[in-house]
């Protein structure tokens, strides 16, 4: 339940909490392995069950679910990552996060098309959270200019770089940037994931459409 009233609510409550959805996270991680959902299906699942205890925090939110799913529960996920990246100074992914990476973490079924990575990469539930949390910290602008860069020339060694990953880390970034405005409350972003995400949503019809090849006749050359 959201804690936020609480005279305990803190570091210490909000480390329980984390728990908890570590927890859950490794359970449905299971449930995928065994075939009884789909990945989509188990992020969905798992942003109802932290939004559970935050319905309408919008920050504690998204730092409880990046715990175990990017490693980022406090500050800026994006200057962080950058951070441990470079090893510059002695942050490190949340210890939640480095035990998923040791046991599982949730990739790509269920997904649309437009957002299974065709490379490398597919654990997508962490590409697409890092991004809600990008969106909300950083806004619209900055998320898909990060965006954009991560996918192009950031990229380290061209490995896990997509369009299906650009065009999820954009709904991310947008998720965020919704969330930071209020138009979307934690409580109701599970089902809002499972909608933009899936096959056939308006989400993946925008970006099938942004990739198509532009139609143009068939070039005629006179055997003369």
């Not at 441990?84 to 079924?109: A, H, M, P």
């Not at 997508?124 to 020339?153: D, K, M, P, R």
């Not at 405005?181 to 949503?201: A, D, F, M, V």
Request: hydrophobic fraction near 35%; aromatic fraction near 12%.
């Amino acid at each position: 339940m959201d804690a936020s009233s609480c005279s305990t609510y803190g570091v210490i409550a909000i480390d329980i909490v984390q728990d908890y959805i570590y927890e859950k996270h490794v359970g449905l991680v299971q449930s995928v392995t065994r075939g009884q959902t789909s990945d989509l299906e188990a992020l969905a699942q798992l942003i109802e069950y932290a939004s559970s205890f935050s319905p309408y925090d919008g920050y504690r939110f998204i730092q409880n679910v990046g715990a175990s799913v990017t490693g980022h529960n406090r500050g800026s996920a994006a200057i962080s990552e950058v951070l441990i990246q470079s090893g510059i100074g002695n942050l490190e992914y949340d210890r939640r996060y480095i035990n998923v990476l040791e046991t599982g973490q949730l990739l790509q079924t269920g997904y649309a098309i437009t957002f299974q990575d065709p490379g490398a990469g597919g654990n997508q539930a962490h590409h697409f959270w890092f991004y809600v949390q990008v969106g909300y910290e950083s806004g619209l602008l900055l998320g898909e200019i990060g965006n954009i860069f991560h996918e192009t020339f950031l990229a380290k060694n061209r490995v896990g770089m997509s369009k299906e990953d650009l065009a999820l880390g954009s709904e991310g970034v947008r998720l965020g940037y919704y969330l930071r405005q209020r138009s979307i409350q934690p409580i109701s972003t599970g089902n809002y994931i499972r909608e933009t995400l899936k096959p056939g949503s308006n989400a993946s019809q925008y970006w099938e459409k942004q990739w198509k090849p532009i139609d143009r006749p068939p070039l005629i050359i006179s055997p003369n």
